[in-house]
């Protein structure tokens, strides 16, 4: 088993010579690309050095972040490569910031017993989760004739005069794009067929004006030419919210020591000299002896990111002290309930408040296509018609009037953050607004529409799911001045009367004897296939479980 070992190099190369240099000694094929960017002296200083280990340099190219040029110049690298050592059998991309943290015995060992088989990361856009922040989808429907780096006030004017213009770039037939780690393990066969493609020059002319290729192109190609893959990369990546890389530090030593995973791990600090004797010479540093052993690398990058996105409670430094920015938003007349996911889960829930004594029980305010006023009325206090167009125009405002000219009046309405993600915000924002919130609750009678295919029906449904991830995150943010109460839909269907409970504790003046009717639950049609297929938060039970369940359970509050 020969590995073939593919090193993308821009600066700090004294570590890129100590590299190339552990896998040269440990019998691996090296090639070594260094952008033309970095100086020329530092470049040749570096082939100096590393004139007798055999390792070969690929011409030098600019390779730009997130353009065409970066992922080119790395498969060219790659080509090289196995047209060079023809007993290579598989081939690893790395950075020159990557490091080894299991042995190369290891590594052969392990790529021999797996012949014919691709390790990378491939998920598919749209359905698959995989992206951090910024463009998505995006990325693959517009044109990206500037660098972000470069030229970023062109390159942000660029896809804001595309997205005015609804530009919409068609995808090639034969492609299904797929996104992933930049850093790969392929075996021969599977990277000469990618790189042999007969509708290379075809792909290539589509992924060219396409935005960060590194991460999308060989992940779209393996799923066309891979025998066996293994969706998921060798090389250890972890990201903050932002989408950079998580920088590890001769303190996190013990954390790459328990992984038994990855081969690889990126981003590795250059002054990590501990990291870089541990793995390169098998020195162990003395600051991994003195760390504490608890908590896994998950636990920390996961404390890590909530600690620089929500800050601690009570915790101002130098490195933390938040600028309080002027107020924008109003706060509205009075305080009023909304119903977040309710009537996914009952039915005639409007009709049911107003038997508890609510005035006014609105249905959708912010439907797209509709304004449901309570008792289907078309024109409330205030001359507030129920006319989408006219509501859109400024839905703060629409919101606001309504509540005004009502103040009187304790008022309801059913949401859902689908409906309208700017008013979810704004209503976030509110301190006079009262949420009850069913997570997942758009699960509920979840099936495929008439000539819907299951690609489109996974697609819509990874659409809410993602749409409700980022309003559950919205609500944990500091800037949430809302009353939020939240029960997810596993508990809710457990017991409808938690919801109901807190509902009829908030009706002002409510009734305090017993209602009659009860809203029924509404049957969970597609739940069972649903939940197979794309889990919801808080769904732990059954469909026959949820089948048999009632609100006989509900209790009227004892004082209102």
């Not at 490195?319 to 009075?334: D, I, K, L, N």
């Not at 009023?336 to 107003?354: E, R």
Request: aromatic share 10%; proline share 4%.
């Amino acid at each position: 088993m020969t590995v073939g070992i593919c090193i993308m190099a821009h600066h700090h190369l004294y570590r890129v010579e100590e590299l190339a240099r552990h896998f040269a000694s440990g019998g691996c094929r090296v090639v070594v690309h260094v952008d033309v960017q970095t100086p020329s002296r530092d470049f040749d200083a570096l082939k100096t050095a590393l004139s007798d280990t055999g390792t070969i340099f690929a011409a030098r190219q600019r390779c730009e972040w997130g353009t065409f040029a970066l992922h080119n110049t790395a498969m060219e690298t790659s080509r090289l490569l196995i047209d060079t050592f023809e007993d290579v059998d598989h081939v690893c991309l790395i950075s020159g910031s990557c490091l080894p943290i299991q042995s190369l015995d290891k590594l052969k060992s392990y790529l021999a017993a797996n012949p014919d088989t691709d390790f990378a990361e491939s998920r598919l856009i749209g359905v698959d989760e995989w992206v951090h922040e910024g463009l998505s989808e995006e990325r693959f429907t517009l044109y990206f004739p500037f660098g972000w780096r470069s030229n970023r006030w062109l390159f942000d004017r660029a896809v804001d005069i595309q997205r005015l213009l609804r530009v919409n770039r068609t995808v090639p037939a034969h492609l299904q794009i797929a996104v992933g780690s930049q850093w790969w393990t392929l075996s021969r066969g599977t990277l000469r067929r990618i790189l042999d493609d007969p509708k290379k020059r075809e792909t290539d002319a589509y992924f060219r004006k396409c935005w960060i290729v590194d991460e999308s192109y060989v992940q779209t190609m393996v799923r066309t030419h891979s025998r066996t893959l293994v969706n998921r990369s060798l090389c250890l990546t972890e990201f903050d919210p932002q989408g950079k890389p998580f920088t590890f530090y001769d303190d996190h030593a013990h954390l790459l020591q328990r992984d038994e995973e990855h081969f690889f791990a990126r981003k590795i600090w250059h002054g990590a000299t501990g990291l870089y004797n541990k793995y390169l010479r098998g020195v162990e540093p003395m600051a991994a002896a003195r760390r504490p052993r608890g908590g896994s690398l998950k636990v920390l990058v996961n404390e890590g990111r909530e600690n620089r996105c929500l800050g601690r409670p009570g915790l101002l430094m130098q490195s933390r002290f938040p600028v309080q920015a002027f107020e924008r938003q109003h706060r509205t007349a009075r305080p009023y309930l909304v119903l977040d996911g309710f009537d996914f889960v009952y039915q005639g829930i409007t009709q049911w408040q107003k038997s508890l004594g609510l005035p006014l029980a609105h249905d959708r305010l912010f439907a797209k296509d509709a304004v449901k006023f309570a008792d289907d009325a078309s024109v409330m206090p205030g001359g507030i018609v129920a006319n989408p167009r006219i509501r859109d125009w400024n839905t703060e405002q629409f919101l606001t009037n309504l509540v005004w000219n009502a103040r009187d009046r304790q008022q309801s309405f059913q949401f859902h953050v689908s409906d309208s993600t700017r008013m979810a915000s704004f209503l976030l924002k509110d301190p006079n607004a009262n949420i009850l919130f069913i997570k997942g609750a758009w699960a509920v009678g979840m099936t495929p529409n008439p000539g819907e295919t299951s690609a489109q029906f996974r697609r819509r449904t990874m659409r809410l799911k993602l749409l409700e991830k980022k309003h559950i995150e919205e609500i944990e943010g500091a800037e949430t001045r809302a009353n939020v109460q939240s029960w997810t839909l596993g508990e809710v269907m457990a017991d409808p009367a938690l919801p109901l409970n807190a509902l009829a504790a908030m009706i002002e003046g409510g009734k305090l004897t017993d209602v009659e009717a009860l809203p029924t639950m509404r049957h969970e049609h597609g739940l069972g296939e649903l939940a197979l297929n794309m889990p919801v938060e808080g769904m732990q039970i059954s469909n026959q479980q949820a089948a048999h369940t009632n609100v006989s359970q509900f209790k009227r509050p004892e004082s209102a």
